[in-house]
């Protein structure tokens, strides 16, 4: 099993940046492909970015792309976030998760952070 705590968020003006951080305890992060996904108010949650074990391979969803940009140490057992070019309609809370397969489906996540706040001011 993993813990995950999400940091990092908080109030951005629109067209600025915030890196989102992912730490990892209990297992290790190797072992997991991650992913981040986003939950405005009344909305669903939605699939933001991917990347596979070794970091090799980042998935992004549309929205995002030329954006955002996923990373991982797996040394430091983390996971990041790197978001550009913020919008007002980027705001909501942001989870990262650990799954067992190649996925962006939010159901095929086993364990999921707690969630971290961002808030873009237009």
């Known amino acids: 099993q993993v813990q995950l705590v999400e940091s990092g968020g908080g109030l951005v003006q629109a067209g600025g940046s915030l890196r989102l951080s992912c730490a990892a305890s209990?297992?290790?992060?190797?072992?997991?492909?991650m992913g981040w996904f986003r939950q405005a108010p009344g909305k669903e949650r939605e699939f933001v970015a991917a990347?596979?074990?070794?970091?090799?391979?980042?998935y992004y969803a549309d929205s995002v792309k030329g954006r955002f940009t996923i990373s991982r140490d797996n040394a430091k057992n983390a996971v990041y976030l790197q978001m550009s070019s913020l919008k007002s309609e980027d705001t909501a809370v942001y989870y990262c998760?650990?799954?067992?397969?190649?996925?962006?489906?939010?159901?095929?996540?086993?364990?999921w952070g707690q969630g971290t706040q961002v808030t873009v001011s237009s």
């Open positions: 990347i596979s074990w070794s970091g090799g391979r980042s």
């Open positions: 998760a650990a799954a067992k397969k190649t996925t962006t489906s939010s159901t095929d996540y086993d364990y």
């Open positions: 209990g297992r290790t992060l190797s072992s997991y492909f």
